[in-house]
């Protein structure tokens, strides 16, 4: 069975080359974020009801992913899910139920604290800190395991590699 390891945060906060270095390092696969090849499909154009469809390709994505010893996830349903809220006010059952029904062996939230990195498809360059904080509470507050990931990327690997060689190897 595949042990599974979402990295998420907020938006250019380093979860993309996080993945990618952790699949690299443990010679496995790393699932993209849908949500980036959806939205270079509309020019960064959407509405509420597109992030239902995002959240459905993710999982499909997911299911269909070749069957590895470990996964590492670049983003999950509490992205959905905080993305829904920020941007709306609210979040869709779909999503909900979705977030409530993942499972990942654990969580490494990245921090913003690198440089921001301009991308069309990103929105929110001065709230990174803001939504950091959305995600932290609400890691905590369904009591998921997560880790706070942060520094240069060799920092944040280490850090990574110490809670998975620690706990779930």
Same mark, same amino acid.
């Given at each position: 069975?595949?042990?599974?390891?979402?990295? #998420?945060? *907020?938006?250019?906060? @380093?979860?993309? #080359?996080?993945?990618?270095?952790?699949?690299? =390092?443990?010679?496995?696969?790393? !699932?993209?974020?849908?949500?980036?090849?959806?939205?270079?499909?509309?020019? @960064?154009?959407?509405? $509420? !009801?597109?992030?239902?469809?995002?959240?459905?390709?993710?999982?499909?994505?997911?299911? /269909?992913?070749?069957?590895?010893?470990?996964?590492?996830?670049?983003?999950?349903?509490?992205?959905?899910?905080?993305?829904?809220?920020?941007?709306? @006010?609210?979040?869709?059952? %779909?999503?909900?139920?979705?977030?409530? /029904? &993942? &499972?990942?062996? =654990?969580?490494?939230?990245?921090? *913003?604290?690198? *440089?921001?990195?301009?991308? *069309?498809?990103?929105?929110?360059? &001065?709230?990174?800190?803001?939504?950091?904080?959305?995600? =932290?509470?609400?890691? !905590?507050?369904?009591?998921?395991? %997560? #880790?706070?990931? $942060? @520094?240069?990327?060799?920092?944040?690997?280490?850090?990574?590699?110490?809670?998975?060689?620690?706990? =779930? %190897?």
């Amino acid at each position: 069975m595949t042990k599974r390891f979402a990295i #998420t945060g *907020p938006e250019s906060s @380093g979860k993309t #080359t996080l993945s990618r270095a952790l699949a690299e =390092h443990y010679n496995t696969n790393w !699932i993209p974020e849908f949500a980036r090849a959806y939205l270079e499909k509309t020019n @960064g154009i959407y509405t $509420e !009801i597109d992030l239902d469809l995002i959240a459905k390709s993710q999982l499909d994505t997911w299911k /269909n992913a070749k069957e590895e010893a470990i996964l590492f996830c670049d983003t999950e349903m509490l992205v959905m899910k905080i993305w829904s809220e920020f941007k709306y @006010g609210k979040c869709s059952s %779909f999503i909900k139920k979705a977030f409530q /029904n &993942q &499972q990942f062996e =654990h969580y490494f939230l990245c921090r *913003p604290d690198i *440089p921001w990195e301009e991308d *069309p498809l990103r929105e929110h360059p &001065q709230q990174r800190e803001q939504l950091f904080d959305l995600y =932290h509470k609400s890691l !905590i507050e369904y009591n998921l395991p %997560f #880790t706070i990931v $942060e @520094g240069e990327l060799s920092d944040r690997l280490n850090i990574c590699k110490n809670v998975l060689e620690k706990n =779930h %190897f």
